[in-house]
């Protein structure tokens, strides 16, 4: 398939107006299409990149986390996932955050998904790696301010999960759909 | 599958930070973790809810767009989406948008998918249907800030787009691949 004409709208100003550490930045711009009409307010939120992970153990099991979400209020079931931090690459990151949430290493690593969380106000994209053959390697090693348990499934559990709703973050979803598509 | 318990997080103080009009407000919380740990910070993006539509015309083609996305400062193809306005259903939303990006209409209309955009920082949901036998019922009505393309495609050239990773909307390719895995 051709990709569509990328049609670009021209920044005329650019400012940040709010830099909340290292979570969030938000940039306000006014541009100007194609077209010539001006938009005088475009809110962009920057974020660094993000991961996560579909990890595989040699019996073909899916490691999978549950994890509480403060700004939906809900707990559900969701993929190994975190933050790309300054100087390493997505794939580190990824490695380092399945180790870190849930003592799983080892195996053959592959990008799997590379997805935008919005293109419309986020400026990030989220990884995904396909992990096949993880081991236990070490015990979970959570901060203070994490609390996630680890539910080591049958894939059959997880695509369930998935027709039933409960795994509802859309960077998780995507990519386990995707896998159980390509099955 | 039982539910992961829901472990929520106690709010000791809470208080809006950045309002931009109707589009996204911010909201800076103090909360307590159900172990007794405080996180002094915590942030969430205030969002109305969203929709997209999975369209089908009578023969079995889906109406797709493009548009540029300046976040990302890229045009992809996506689904019809937009937001749900004050006073609207969901559904009433969804049928709305794919009228006026489309000119597309009527139909049967089922609830398909409900995302979270993103559990950890956004407080709304995200309504995906799907909208059997649409047809073309007036033309595209578009805003001035507006440029949306319209794309009558066979289902196999979507499901290419997808293995190709050209549909990078995570709340687009999310519902996409569960289409197609069901298929």
């Given at each position: 398939m051709n990709?569509?004409?990328n049609r670009?709208?021209?920044?005329?100003?650019?400012?940040?107006?709010?830099r909340l550490?290292?979570w969030l930045?938000v940039?306000?711009?006014?541009?100007?299409m194609?077209?010539g009409?001006?938009i005088?307010?475009w809110f962009?939120?920057?974020?660094?990149?993000?991961?996560?992970?579909?990890?595989?153990?040699?019996?073909?099991?899916?490691?999978m986390?549950d994890?509480y979400?403060?700004a939906?209020?809900?707990t559900?079931?969701e993929?190994?996932?975190?933050?790309?931090?300054?100087?390493?690459?997505?794939?580190e990151a990824?490695k380092?955050?399945?180790?870190e949430?849930?003592g799983?290493?080892?195996?053959?690593?592959?990008e799997?998904m590379?997805?935008?969380?919005?293109?419309t106000n986020?400026n990030?994209?989220?990884?995904?790696y396909?992990?096949?053959?993880v081991?236990?390697?070490t015990?979970?090693h959570?901060?203070?301010?994490?609390d996630i348990?680890?539910h080591v499934?049958?894939?059959?559990?997880v695509?369930?999960?998935?027709?039933?709703?409960?795994?509802?973050?859309?960077?998780?979803?995507?990519p386990?759909w995707?896998y159980?598509?390509?099955e």
């Amino acid at each position: 398939m051709n990709k569509p004409e990328n049609r670009k709208w021209k920044v005329l100003k650019s400012e940040n107006i709010l830099r909340l550490g290292p979570w969030l930045s938000v940039r306000q711009e006014c541009v100007e299409m194609p077209s010539g009409k001006q938009i005088p307010t475009w809110f962009v939120l920057e974020f660094p990149n993000w991961i996560n992970v579909i990890a595989l153990t040699k019996d073909g099991k899916m490691v999978m986390i549950d994890q509480y979400r403060h700004a939906l209020g809900e707990t559900h079931y969701e993929l190994v996932a975190g933050v790309v931090d300054e100087g390493e690459t997505p794939l580190e990151a990824a490695k380092r955050e399945l180790l870190e949430e849930t003592g799983f290493g080892g195996g053959e690593w592959s990008e799997f998904m590379v997805l935008s969380p919005n293109p419309t106000n986020h400026n990030n994209l989220s990884y995904t790696y396909l992990a096949k053959d993880v081991e236990p390697v070490t015990t979970q090693h959570q901060e203070a301010t994490e609390d996630i348990r680890i539910h080591v499934m049958e894939q059959a559990e997880v695509r369930e999960l998935l027709e039933e709703g409960e795994i509802v973050q859309a960077l998780h979803a995507a990519p386990l759909w995707k896998y159980f598509a390509q099955e």
